[in-house]
């Protein structure tokens, strides 16, 4: 087997090189260990930098995107998307959307599972789990005005709520909000305790409701601490 290679005048020896032996493509190596391996030494942040263009005009969306296909369904004899990025632009100046796209069980189409619109506001489809090898995990959000964060359904008969717990218990704590009834209702295997300054309980639920003590003005009893 013969290596095919093509240099250019700017000391790019290996502009071109195709392995005889792999039939493996390199762009700027002489030795790619992938179907297409493309390599840069630069002090650069785009570094080999890969680029897709669609040169098209006028007010339309339009952009590039990478496929990923794969064998599926009996035997995996179907060659189908499996996935698919993309990136277009938005009228002719109104920015540009990154899309993510995977395909559901069953294989019934791309669906988007995450999205980044012109105004930077991402959307997610799906479940989202952070989980490091180790130690804490932790979601941040941070404004320079005000940080929102909204939990809300498309139905009017759904609840939203947000689950605390361990490795032996996956729901020790629930905070749930049900639209019918536009009820709130706050869940605990343990006590309950409402605080103000991180030291003094203002409201305490013991397990099972048997010793419930109230403070505050309402409540006509005295926060001492």
Partial sequence: ???????????????????????NVGIGTNSPSTPLFIESSANDILGANLVL????TGDADYGSSIDFKAGVLTNGATSREIARITSYKVNRNDGSVFRIQNQPSGFGGLQTVLSFAADKAATFTGTLTVQPS?????AYIKAAGSATLTLNTTGTSDHVKINFGDSG?????????????????????????LSCGGTHSVY??????????????DAGNALNG
């Fill in 1 to 23: 087997d013969m290596d095919f290679r093509v240099e250019a005048a700017s000391s790019k020896t290996n502009a071109l090189f195709v392995q005889g032996s792999s039939g």
């Fill in 53 to 56: 263009n669609n040169p098209a």
């Fill in 134 to 138: 180790s130690g804490d995990a932790n």
């Fill in 169 to 193: 218990d996956d729901n020790a704590g629930i905070i749930q909000y049900n639209n019918t009834g536009d009820e709130m209702v706050v869940t605990s295997a343990g006590d309950i305790k």
């Fill in 204 to 217: 305490s639920l013991g397990a099972g409701g048997t010793t419930n003590t109230a403070f505050g003005k």
